[in-house]
């Protein structure tokens, strides 16, 4: 298993629907993000958690919202979505927040197109 | 102006080649120094890492730092066609991981 999974691996969806994208991670790691990456752009960080308690919520909008039942799942989910929301949604988690060698480890991402 | 900037390329070079990849930075309280790369379809993955100033090598990557100019470079020797990837710089102040910023990637392709 590797580690960051991150399902579905694509996903097209009407701006009128609701969808969940669901990110796991087998490495033990107490700290979760879920980035975005559109083309040309660098990676945008959406939302944090440490030990399941969101820190970081970069002003995004309403129409996403994170989930984070426990220290190994993380769920981003989607309602009502604009075309301009399609990208690549990446999920990442790292050993802890506070320490400069403590890498992310990446998921291979959601291709989102929102038609 | 962004905090980081990083010409997206592509890039294309021969197989054997030397490759210097740049980004420059406006915050001068950045000290934690990072390169991911990116294949096609993949995540990111952690490449180097560097903290504060100098020289980093590992195999064919050195990493270099130089504060004084704001200015970081990763080189490859010796090009291989399985380097060809998007290869993103990352930094920040406090070694917070949440407060990662990353330029927006150079595409790299090295050709057979």
């Known amino acids: 298993e590797t580690g960051v999974t991150q399902t579905p691996r694509h996903l097209v969806m009407g701006m009128t629907n609701k969808k969940s994208l669901k990110c796991e991670q087998h490495l033990g790691h107490n700290a979760m993000y879920w980035y975005k990456q559109s083309a040309k752009k660098p990676l945008e960080l959406m939302f944090v958690y440490s030990l399941e308690e969101r820190v970081e919520n970069n002003s995004v909008p309403s129409r996403f919202s994170p989930e984070c039942p426990n220290s190994s799942h993380l769920f981003l989910h989607l309602h009502t979505l604009q075309p301009e929301d399609s990208a690549l949604y990446l999920c990442a988690s790292s050993q802890d927040m506070g320490q400069g060698n403590s890498p992310l480890h990446f998921g291979n991402g959601t291709r989102l197109t929102v038609t | 102006q962004k905090e980081v900037e990083q010409d997206p390329g592509p890039l294309s070079v021969p197989e054997g080649a030397i490759v210097s990849l740049n980004c420059t930075y406006s915050?001068?309280?950045?000290?934690?120094f990072m390169w991911y790369r990116q294949y096609s379809r993949k995540g990111p993955e952690l490449l180097m890492y560097t903290y504060s100033s100098g020289n980093k090598e590992d195999g064919r990557f050195t990493a270099q730092v130089d504060k004084s100019s704001k200015y970081i470079s990763l080189f490859i020797r010796d090009s291989q066609p399985s380097d060809s990837a998007t290869y993103l710089c990352?930094?920040?102040?406090?070694?917070?991981?949440?407060?990662?910023?990353f330029g927006q990637g150079t595409t790299l392709q090295v050709k057979p």
């Open positions: 915050n001068s309280a950045f000290q934690y």
């Open positions: 990352a930094m920040s102040a406090t070694g917070n991981t949440g407060k990662l910023i």
